[in-house]
Structures are given as structure tokens and as C-alpha cells.
Nanobody, 123 residues
Framework: QVQLVESGGGLVQTGGSLRLSCAASGRTFSRYNMGWFRQAPGKEREFVAAITWTGSNTDYADSVKGRFTISRDNDKDTVYLQMNSLKPEDTAVYYC????????????????WGQGTQVTVSS
């Protein structure tokens, strides 16, 4: 069992930055690929970014590529999402999730989810 707790969300103006954190506890964090997803009001939850358990590979949704950066610190059992140049369309609840394997674009690949943190970008 892995428990995930996100933090760092908030209200920011267009063009601003936020850094989300996801702290893990329980089973060995370093064995899991980690992903960030988001869900905007009235929309399906969507993939944002993912990172392998070693941290050697990352991937991003086209909508955030070049603006967001995912990273992890296995010594601290934490994964981060640095979000720069934020836009109103980035407004959503952001979730981190842990996966042993499978396609990291698919939500069904993830066994554990956090409760989410709200990000609101004002225009």
C-alpha cells in the first residue's frame, strides 16, 4: 500500500508558477513510476506528466510540454511538478499517482492515487 499526499496548489495569475509536491509513504516509493493527472470542471481526468522510477525518463502531455517539469527525489519519497507560464486552461484538480508498470498514459495503470490539490489560474 502506498499513500500519496499532494500539496502546493493554490491561486495564481496567468503567467505565474507553482510547484506541486506529492509525498509518498508506505511501500517502497522508488519502485513506482509516478504520474500527474488533472481534472478540470466538467471534463475527464487527463494525463499531464510521468516519470520512471529511476527518474531517467519523463513524458508530458502536449498541452504542458515546455512549461511543466516533473521530477522526483527518491530519498525524500517525493515527486514534484514544476508548473511555469500557467494559463487559465491549466485550472484543475491535480492528482499524483503511482504505477508499477503499464502505459503511463492510462489511468488504469496506476494503483494508488492522492486526494488531489486545486490549481486555479486567473486571467
Amino acid at each position: 500500500q502506498v499513500q500519496l499526499v499532494e500539496s502546493g496548489g493554490g491561486l495564481v495569475q496567468t503567467g505565474g508558477s507553482l510547484r506541486l509536491s506529492c509525498a509518498a509513504s508506505g511501500r517502497t516509493f522508488s519502485r513506482y513510476n509516478m504520474g500527474w493527472f488533472r481534472q478540470a470542471p466538467g471534463k475527464e481526468r487527463e494525463f499531464v506528466a510521468a516519470i520512471t522510477w529511476t527518474g531517467s525518463n519523463t513524458d508530458y502531455a502536449d498541452s504542458v510540454k515546455g512549461r511543466f517539469t516533473i521530477s522526483r527525489d527518491n530519498d525524500k519519497d517525493t515527486v514534484y511538478l514544476q508548473m511555469n507560464s500557467l494559463k487559465p486552461e491549466d485550472t484543475a484538480v491535480y492528482y499524483c499517482a503511482a504505477a508499477v508498470g503499464g502505459s503511463w498514459y492510462r489511468q488504469s495503470s496506476y494503483s494508488y492515487w492522492g486526494q488531489g490539490t486545486q490549481v486555479t489560474v486567473s486571467s
